[in-house]
């Protein structure tokens, strides 16, 4: 005896391969600006990745021309830097005592 399927048991799997079928489309609609979105972003990180690492070189290119700057006065002046030193020292120490 062979049975004959029940339309009534398989209203759910029709719903759900229905569903399944939507959530496909809608997927494959939205994927292409999702792909867009992504490159976008992608652009706009590598672009300011560059800029950061502009910056820092120029932070860098700027401290080491000032540390130049600072060692050249030392030498060329190591009694008047001794003196600043010392200076500088003893307001530290007496604003550390307080």
Do not use: C, W
């Given at each position: 005896?062979?049975?004959?399927?029940?339309?009534?048991?398989?209203?759910?799997?029709?719903?759900?391969?229905?569903?399944?079928?939507?959530?496909?489309?809608?997927?494959?609609?939205?994927?292409?600006?999702?792909?867009?979105?992504?490159?976008?972003?992608?652009?706009?990180?590598?672009?300011?990745?560059?800029?950061?690492?502009?910056?820092?070189?120029?932070?860098?290119?700027?401290?080491?021309?000032?540390?130049?700057?600072?060692?050249?006065y030392?030498?060329?002046?190591?009694?008047?830097?001794?003196?600043i030193?010392?200076?500088?020292?003893?307001?530290?120490?007496?604003?550390?005592?307080?």
């Amino acid at each position: 005896m062979s049975q004959t399927p029940n339309t009534t048991e398989f209203p759910a799997s029709t719903t759900t391969d229905r569903l399944a079928s939507m959530a496909h489309e809608t997927i494959d609609r939205v994927t292409p600006r999702v792909n867009r979105a992504e490159l976008d972003v992608r652009t706009a990180a590598t672009k300011t990745a560059e800029g950061a690492k502009q910056l820092q070189d120029q932070a860098v290119e700027a401290t080491e021309e000032n540390l130049r700057k600072v060692r050249s006065y030392i030498e060329k002046n190591p009694f008047t830097t001794a003196g600043i030193a010392f200076a500088v020292g003893a307001l530290l120490s007496a604003l550390i005592r307080r």
